[in-house]
């Protein structure tokens, strides 16, 4: 399949701008077509066979099989979570002369939040967005995370559970890389938190209450979805995590080829 989820972040931030694009932005367009040109290639893999490359980043297996009530057995369902807290670059030191100060917008510091389900070996779905209001903390930019990726789970497992392809006794496993969003997704509501009150108690309803997903921990440099949480990264680590979602015609036939470059 030609779907391609690496496009995701760039396309919902530019997107945002079709208004009233700036030449920057047509910039980024015309880097963004040529990046698509150099890697027309890419693709989806759906197999039965596990993704190698993937169970070997997050250092687990992530493609195990269900039970049907019929007798039979199906991909697991998997979803990995993440949210960007602020702008990227606000760690990065500024000169703090007056010629280079400037106003920050709102939107400027809204989190991206983004979140992919994994089913046969490959990306089934997957988002990014920008919150529609500053969270105050990495922990509540991280609940609203995995709140989005939590109503995800859902649709696909009623999808899924309909075609009969999926044991919906059993609760489909989240990862988020926020300790604090973890712990708070898995116990009880806080005074603190209680202006993310409905999203959280939404995460725990659905993990205490209807068994239909689990969260847990996973570090943040292994888990999938940072790729749709960021406005830029290295090309290293950018290219790592594309490969893991997805391939080259050249490694259709093995998960173990070696992914090949590609890019601009």
């Not at 789970?153 to 496993?173: D, P, Y």
Request: hydrophobic letters at 35%; charged letters at 20%; glycine letters at 8%.
């Amino acid at each position: 399949m030609g779907t391609r989820p690496d496009l995701s972040t760039v396309f919902s931030l530019l997107a945002s701008h079709t208004n009233s694009p700036s030449p920057g932005h047509l910039d980024a367009v015309k880097h963004l077509g040529r990046y698509i040109k150099s890697t027309a290639e890419l693709g989806l893999l759906f197999s039965s066979r596990r993704n190698v490359a993937l169970e070997s980043y997050v250092y687990f297996p992530v493609n195990g099989v269900d039970d049907l009530p019929s007798g039979g057995t199906a991909p697991t369902l998997l979803g990995f979570c993440d949210a960007n807290w602020g702008p990227q670059d606000a760690s990065i030191p500024q000169v703090s002369d007056s010629s280079s100060l400037r106003l920050v917008s709102p939107l400027e510091t809204r989190s991206i939040c983004g979140h992919v389900l994994m089913m046969g070996g490959a990306p089934v779905f997957w988002k990014c967005h920008k919150e529609s209001r500053n969270s105050r903390s990495s922990t509540e930019a991280e609940v609203k995370a995995t709140d989005e990726c939590t109503k995800s789970v859902q649709m696909f497992r009623n999808i899924l559970g309909e075609l009969n392809l999926i044991n919906l006794t059993l609760a489909t496993a989240i990862y988020n890389d926020n300790r604090g969003a973890v712990n708070w997704s898995n116990t009880s509501s806080t005074k603190g938190m209680r202006h993310v009150n409905i999203r959280e108690n939404a995460v725990r309803e659905a993990i205490h209450e209807f068994n239909e997903v689990t969260v847990s921990h996973i570090p943040g440099a292994q888990n999938p979805s940072d790729i749709f949480t960021k406005e830029f990264k290295s090309d290293a680590i950018f290219r790592q995590l594309r490969g893991l979602l997805l391939y080259f015609p050249s490694a259709l036939i093995d998960h173990t080829v070696p992914r090949l470059d590609g890019g601009c």
